[in-house]
């Protein structure tokens, strides 16, 4: 009879544990419940939005509806507020990075590449920018009647010839320009040479996009990507204007971890600065500001940098040295277009630069096709030849051993030299060029391919 009271307790208290156990843990499931948000749907896990990938998803989001809505607003507020939301969106996504890190090749500090943040759209901009870019008539009027005139029609219409996988996309997007880093960063590229006109300033066809530097240093630091500057021939550039831009750019980007310096021969490190069309200012105006003796010289100042000029004719080489410049690059990327963009001249022009303490930076890209805005234009154009040509261009770049590798372009759509990815699209109006039988990022893996193989010669031709 003990044994059997004893039992029978055990069992009650049993029970009774058990109970409160059930008790408790509804009440924790209540609990929860209550915290659940009320927009969750069914199979909608709770605490997936404190996930760093879905936060910048739904910032990105709503960057997007805020920009719609904004977009006939001031253009400096717009661009200030999509400066916050870039930060505020890198700040969810920083977690992912170091994953990120691993899954793409290292950045290759010797290959720059152009890349160009004149593009706009009504969302961001309240109108399409260069993506309708006017037929550019002959300079011979006899020649021009024989062509269309007018502007191309975005979306389904634009000046290009090849159509982007991104769409006719706005430079001002953060999803856009993350997008392009993430890009840049997987063909194993490491500077970013970014088209930059003063602030108020811009091409004929565009509109100022100094504002946008900032986020675009945001983003590539993200990818551990380094941003130098391509100064475009903006109005009455000369000794004077050109000293305070440099140091314009200097005191406002030049503390940001992303600002690219270049390590000199002497073990300096300086700034580097491409300049388009600098043949357009005679050399005794460019000597004012490069060399020691110069009555505007940057030289030896905390501005100093590394100032390389634009090689087009074979006479350039002289000018270029006269001027105080500390090298050329070719840009162009139709071989035989001009004597610089002829890889047959390459090796000559590196002697030159060889003995004349200059650096040679040849320009490689992976075709030339601009009819879409010159449609008289046709002679100049070179066939992609599905990465034959690209490859061809490195081959001939690598042989002269140069210290630095440009490439035109990541995104000069207009002239058809990009490497950005590409889809096929049929319109009524036009079938646009494609990579095909490739994907849309063949010349990114093109190029990675290249970055690694110039990376090898390199550590040979230091042995």
Known sequence: ILNYDIMARFRRRTCIILLLFILFICSIMMALKTLRP???????????????????????????QNSLNRAQGDTVTRV??????????????MSPVKKLEEELSPPNYNFHIFYYTWYGNPQFDGKYIHWNHPLLPHWDPKIANNYPKGR?????????????????????????????????????????????????????????????????????????????????????????SMYHNVKYIIDRYGSHPAFYRHKTSTGRLLPMFYVYDSYVTIPEIWANLLTVSGSQSIRNTPYDALFIALLVEERHKHDIHRSGFDGMYTYFATNGFSYGSSHHNWASLKAFCDSNNLMFI?????????????????????????????????????????????????????EGTQIEKAVPKRTGQVVYLDYKPHKPNVYLELTQKWSEKYRKEQEQWLM
Do not use: C
Not at 44 to 57: A, I, S, T, V
Not at 80 to 93: E, F, P, Q
Not at 366 to 384: E, K, L, M
């Open 362 to 414: 040849p320009s490689v890209g992976p075709g030339y096709i601009d009819t879409s805005i010159r449609p008289w234009n046709n002679h100049n154009t070179r066939n992609r030849v599905n990465g034959k040509y690209y490859e061809t261009a490195f081959s001939a770049a690598l042989l002269v051993r140069p210290e630095i590798i440009s490439i035109t372009s990541f995104n000069e759509w207009h």
């Open 80 to 93: 200030s507020n999509l400066h916050s939301i870039a930060v505020n969106t890198m700040k969810a996504s």
């Open 152 to 240: 191309h029609n975005p979306p389904e219409d634009i000046g290009a010839n090849f159509y982007p996988e991104l769409g006719s996309y706005s430079s001002k997007d953060p999803t856009v320009i993350e997008a392009h880093m993430k890009q840049m960063r997987s063909a194993s590229t490491g500077v970013i040479v970014l088209s930059w006109y003063p602030p108020g300033m811009a091409d004929e066809n565009g509109e100022p996009t100094d504002d946008l530097v900032p986020i675009v240093l945001d983003y590539a630091h993200k990818y551990n990507l380094k941003v130098t500057f391509h100064i475009e021939p903006y109005k009455d550039r000369d000794d004077r």
């Open 38 to 64: 009320d927009r969750a749907g069914f199979g909608d896990p709770f605490g997936l939005g404190l996930l760093p990938e879905l936060q910048q998803r739904t910032v990105l989001l709503d960057s997007k």
